[in-house]
T-cell receptor, first 110, second 113 residues
Framework: GENVEQHPSTLSVQEGDSAVIKCTYS??????FPWYKQELGKGPQLIID?????GEKKDQRIAVTLNKTAKHFSLHITETQPEDSAVYFC?????????FGAGTRLTVKP | SQTIHQWPATLVQPVGSPLSLECTVE??????LYWYRQAAGRGLQLLFY??????ISSEVPQNLSASRPQDRQFILSSKKLLLSDSGFYLC????????????FGDGTRLSIL
C-alpha cells in the first residue's frame, strides 16, 4: 500500500519568511495530492490540492509542486503570518485509498 | 452548501462502557464517509469507510465498529471501551467519485478513564 512521509515534523519561521513542507510517496499510481491545515481542537481543512497531470498550482500565498518522477510534492507558503501557525498534513490518493503524512507543526513568530 | 457535523465535541467515558459517536452530512447525497483516529502529535489513521448505506469497510482490526443507517449518517460504536481507544476521532466525507477531497468535521476528543 501507499506510504507517505512528511518532513520536517516541526518548523519555526519568522513572520514574513517562507515555509516549505515536503512529502514523499511510494505508490507511483497515486494521482491526487491534497494538503490540509489543522488548527488546535479542529478538524483538518483542505487548503490546496494538486493532481498528477499538473506540476504546480498556486493560490495566493500558497503553492504546491509535484514531481511525479521523484514521487515527491511540496507545500510552499510565502509571506507567512502568525495565523498560518497550525499543523499541516499532506496526503496521497490512489483507488479510494487516501494516506496521510504524520504532519508538520508550523509556528510563525511575530 | 455541504457541511459535516460531529458530536459530541468531547467525551469522557469509563473503561468497559459503550460508545456511540455520530456524524451527519448535509447538502449532498450518497457521499463517501470516513472515520479516522488521530493520536496526539500523529497523523490520521483510517478506521472505516463507507460508499453507501449498509456498506462498511474496515481498515484495521480493533474494538470499534461503524454503521451507516442512513445515506448521510455515519456512526462509530463500541460495546466495551478500552484505555487504548482514547484519541481524537474525525469523520470526513467526499463526493463526486474517486480522487476527490475529503472534508472533515471538527472531531470528538475521547478520553477513557
Amino acid at each position: 500500500g501507499e506510504n507517505v512521509e512528511q518532513h520536517p515534523s516541526t518548523l519555526s519561521v519568522q513572520e514574513g519568511d517562507s515555509a516549505v513542507i515536503k512529502c514523499t510517496y511510494s505508490d507511483s499510481a497515486s494521482n491526487y495530492f491534497p494538503w490540509y491545515k489543522q488548527e488546535l481542537g479542529k478538524g483538518p481543512q483542505l487548503i490546496i490540492d494538486i493532481r498528477s497531470n499538473v506540476g504546480e498550482k498556486k493560490d495566493q500565498r500558497i503553492a504546491v509542486t509535484l514531481n511525479k518522477t521523484a514521487k515527491h510534492f511540496s507545500l510552499h507558503i510565502t509571506e507567512t503570518q502568525p495565523e498560518d501557525s497550525a499543523v499541516y498534513f499532506c496526503a496521497a490518493y490512489n483507488n479510494n485509498d487516501m494516506r496521510f503524512g504524520a504532519g508538520t507543526r508550523l509556528t510563525v513568530k511575530p | 452548501s455541504q457541511t459535516i457535523h460531529q458530536w459530541p465535541a468531547t467525551l469522557v467515558q469509563p473503561v468497559g462502557s459503550p460508545l456511540s459517536l455520530e456524524c451527519t452530512v448535509e447538502g449532498t447525497s450518497n457521499p463517501n464517509l470516513y472515520w479516522y483516529r488521530q493520536a496526539a502529535g500523529r497523523g490520521l489513521q483510517l478506521l472505516f469507510y463507507s460508499v453507501g448505506i449498509g456498506q462498511i469497510s474496515s481498515e484495521v482490526p480493533q474494538n470499534l465498529s461503524a454503521s451507516r443507517p442512513q445515506d448521510r449518517q455515519f456512526i462509530l460504536s463500541s460495546k466495551k471501551l478500552l484505555l487504548s481507544d482514547s484519541g481524537f476521532y474525525l469523520c470526513a466525507f467526499s463526493t463526486g467519485g474517486a480522487g476527490q477531497p475529503q472534508h472533515f468535521g471538527d472531531g470528538t476528543r475521547l478520553s477513557i478513564l
